[in-house]
């Protein structure tokens, strides 16, 4: 077994853990493996090991993977910063877009979405405790684009997405995922139709999930370290 298909086995040791400490069904949670900077053969390897979604932060990098990995059934995640220049790309080679946190970039991928493809599956990424360094809309401003983004015929608003400040303790955690939690629910009770809450990560995937996440984006705990936290 490779180094990457152990390391997906301790993930989904994690994940299952957790799930049955939250009282929860195990195949609620969908495990987004996390590639980028990461080449082609470490997907392949993740994929042989039963990766199907994939994660992606750096667009152009991952059109280029995608190329190379065309022979495999890989659904394709960006959750990196979507510049109005690389809307195309999104629209075009994505199966979801989980940082839409403008109306202009979402208007665009509809536009700009094939129209022999599905609808692209689109998160709304908000900035839950208003971290200064990240991106998101405002938790309050979530309801009103969630809206305009429901209407677009191109895209299926399918979520929520967050990336907190760190924490270190679980309690901290938790609390934030909370936040992002009660927000997901509001949003349905308003009627919209969304399945998917994107939270946690290779640090803080257990309170994520306890607090109701419906997928986790990991990386360094499969691939390894980038030589950057994620």
Known sequence: MTTIA?????????????????????????????AKTFGPDAVREAHAAGANAIGENYIQE????QLLLSDLDLQWHCIGPIQSNKTRLVATHFDWAQTVDR??????????????LPPLAVCIQVNIDGGPS?????????????????????????????????VDDF????????????LFEDLRDAGLPLDTLSMGM??????AIHAGSTMVRVGTAIFGGRGAAR
């Open 6 to 34: 152990l390391n997906l086995q301790s993930v989904r040791a994690r994940i299952a853990a957790a799930c049955a400490a939250a009282g929860r069904d195990v195949n609620e949670v969908t495990l987004l493996a996390v």
């Open 62 to 65: 991952a059109v280029e993977k």
């Open 103 to 116: 109306l202009k970039i979402a208007q665009r991928l509809n536009e700009q979405r094939p129209a022999d």
């Open 134 to 166: 990240k991106s998101g809309v405002a938790p309050g401003e979530v309801l009103a684009l969630a809206r305009e983004v429901h209407a677009l015929p191109r895209l299926a608003l399918r979520g929520l997405m967050t990336i907190p400040e760190p």
């Open 171 to 182: 309690a901290g955690q938790l609390a934030v995922h909370r936040k992002a939690r009660t």
């Open 202 to 207: 290779t640090a803080d995937m257990e309170a």
